[in-house]
């Protein structure tokens, strides 16, 4: 073997390698996580794509009663909401919601049991819509 060779055979084993160990990292067999991104994804550009009053960028809200559990979670998660997953799994336990409660009264009694600080159930309020 001549040494200009053995460069070229280290920098392809060395490339083959970090191949290898980013497959191992992006890799996932949980499918929700992946569908958890794709909604992060989806929430983040609704949300880049979406100004109120003012021209200020506002954050995009999801339904209620028709927001998968992926949605639901990237949009708490996006709010910056603790526990995500378990507000998403009690949003979806008790729908559907009244359609003409814009407050979501219904969802608020039903959240009141599990004790949600006062500023955690206004940020799941305010992510939500009937």
């Known amino acids: 073997m001549s040494t ?3 460069p070229v055979r280290l920098a392809v084993a ?3 390698t970090l191949l290898a160990l980013g ?3 992006c890799s996932s067999t949980d499918s929700a996580s992946t569908s958890s991104t794709t909604a992060k994804a989806s ?3 609704a949300a880049s794509g979406s100004t109120g009053s003012g021209g200020s960028t506002a954050s995009a809200k999801v339904s209620a009663n028709d927001a998968t559990e992926a949605e639901l979670v ?3 998660e996006a709010a910056g909401i603790a526990n ?3 507000w998403a799994d009690e949003v979806m336990e008790y729908r559907p919601y ?3 409660d814009p407050e979501l009264t219904a969802l608020q009694e039903e959240l009141a049991k599990y ?5 955690t159930l206004q940020q799941i309020l305010d992510t939500l819509e009937p």
Do not use: I, L, M
């Open 4 to 6: 200009s060779a053995r």
């Open 14 to 16: 060395g490339a083959a």
């Open 23 to 25: 497959a191992v990292g």
């Open 43 to 45: 929430a983040s550009s």
């Open 74 to 76: 990237a949009a708490f």
């Open 84 to 86: 995500a997953a378990k």
């Open 98 to 100: 009244p359609t003409d």
């Open 115 to 119: 004790n949600p600080s006062p500023e």
